[in-house]
């Protein structure tokens, strides 16, 4: 009974040896197929890579174009409060609270970056300065176009004017 449970089997065994060999020119075009599908791939992806960077730097540069553009808007509403302070402090130059006033405002402007065109004693440039009215000379050192008063301050918020400085300019 022992032989009787006892079967014998019989295994195939197989070797990466006898796997089938694939021609040295079909190898080749695999391989040359694989390259150009990696080439292509990596091509698509620094493509995609670029757009996606160009995208982030386009969308930083239109929130900081909003951001300025409502910096600006705002800045050119609170000028008519500063021309107000300056006229003011013509009229009574000894207020303390116009004084502050005058102060506080100088130094939110400062803050925002928004910066007086200075004007008196300048060579006109229409940049920055609309002459409004010509005068002689009030001293023979006095060249001419240089400004000799300004009627209202003109503010730059970088580089941007805001609103040019209307000035008197001597002939």
Do not use: C, W
Not at 67 to 83: F, Q, T, Y
Not at 90 to 108: C, F, H, T, Y
Not at 137 to 144: C, S
């Amino acid at each position: 009974m022992e032989n009787e449970d006892k079967k014998e089997v019989k295994i195939e065994t197989v070797s990466v040896d006898d796997k089938p060999e694939i021609a040295n020119d079909k190898r080749n075009e695999i391989i040359e197929q694989l390259n150009n599908k990696i080439a292509e791939l990596n091509d698509k992806y620094l493509r995609t890579a670029a757009e996606l960077e160009n995208t982030r730097r386009r969308a930083s540069l239109d929130i900081e174009s909003v951001s300025r553009n409502r910096a600006m808007s705002v800045a050119e509403k609170i000028l008519p409060v500063m021309d107000a302070v300056t006229a003011a402090l013509k009229v009574n130059a000894d207020d303390a609270g116009i004084k502050s006033m005058q102060r506080a405002l100088e130094n939110a402007f400062s803050q925002i970056g928004i910066v007086k065109i200075e004007s008196i004693g300048e060579i006109l440039n229409p940049q920055f300065h609309n002459a409004i009215q010509m005068v002689d000379k009030p001293d023979e050192n006095t060249a001419t176009n240089t400004i000799v008063d300004e009627l209202q301050s003109g503010y730059m918020f970088g580089d941007t004017v805001l609103r040019p400085a209307m000035v008197v300019v001597s002939k």
